[in-house]
């Protein structure tokens, strides 16, 4: 009989999700309440096959060089920002993520972003909590409406387009700004028009921000071009929180040079600086983009269906776009090198 491989899941999800590996790994749950320490994680993948990783998770050269069995990398999250890739590549040793399952909820989280911001929801909310409505009132908690708007969406991924399909059935404009243009007949299909980022940030009346976190996206909306934005632009991220100029960010709604901001991410996560938390043209949510029930267990058993492939030679289909690009010339099963 073949042993299993041994699995670290470097923290708990949740029963169900963590269901679909027990059976056919030898699996170890790196810790039940919180993140492992770097310490920590560096000890408990010694002599595992695969580790699950989770965003907040550094895994580098130091990682490898602790884990000398390891063979896979399985990041619980599409963004994988948090892996040097180029070290896994030289490696040999594949990187999975969890794109698509997590798309719509995503797309979702930024679009109920947009409308607390443009309709005040948390502040009316809170208004009624308080006990505060005494009487109906005309010019009450006056908002922005969406239907007519322009929107402009920086990142025209999966999930840009995702955040574009409701922006259209919103009877929004949609600008956006990618690194790839998109082909004549999706622009069609979501009615998009194409703009390099000045011009998108100076016309858009609501941005979304949906790249990467990369050395190029870092920073890529900083001070100079939040400057551009108009004063009623409504500024939505939930990609990923040092794209933007944070401190910049916070002075221009400190100031109501912006009309407000909905953000998922923090340039330092978990830290949400307290000046942002004190602002009321803000609606704050902490990191909880794909946090629906179904695309996190969606990301369960896309992890679990890379790593079984994996495991019986097979090219698993969630590689990282780096490690796509690897297998068109690599024969697999790899050897890992080390
Ligand atoms: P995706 O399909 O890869 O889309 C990313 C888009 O950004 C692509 O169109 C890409 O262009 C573009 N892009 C990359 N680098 C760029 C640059 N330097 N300048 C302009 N555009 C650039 O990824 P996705 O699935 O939509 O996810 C996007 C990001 O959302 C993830 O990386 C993650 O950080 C974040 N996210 C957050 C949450 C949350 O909980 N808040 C949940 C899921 C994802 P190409 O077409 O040329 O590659
Ligand atoms: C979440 O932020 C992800 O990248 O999946
Ligand atoms: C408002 O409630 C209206 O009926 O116009």
Known sequence: ????????????????????????????????????????????????????????????????????????????????????????LRRNIPVLHTPDVLTDATADAAFALLIAVARRIIEAHAYVVAGRFKAWKPALLLSQGLSGKIVGIVGMGRIGQAFARRCLGFGMKILYASRTRLSEEKEAILEATYMPLEDLLKTADFISLHVPLTEETRHLIDRKRLDDLKPTAIFINTARGPVVDEAALIKKLEKGEIWGAGLDVYENEPDVPEALRQLSNVVLLPHVGSATLEARLGMARLLYDGLTAFFSGKVPKNLIPEWKERVKDVPFPLIPTQ
């Open 1 to 88: 009989m073949t042993m299993k491989p041994k699995v670290l899941l470097t923290r708990a999800l949740f029963p169900e999700a963590e269901a679909l590996f027990k059976t056919d790994f030898d699996l170890e749950i790196g810790n039940k309440e919180r993140m492992l320490t770097r310490e920590e994680l560096l000890e408990k993948v010694k002599g595992k096959d695969a580790v699950i990783t989770m965003m907040p998770d550094t895994i580098d050269r130091a990682l490898l060089d602790a884990a000398p069995n390891l063979k896979i990398v399985a990041n619980y999250a599409v963004g994988y920002n948090n892996i040097d890739v180029p070290i896994f």
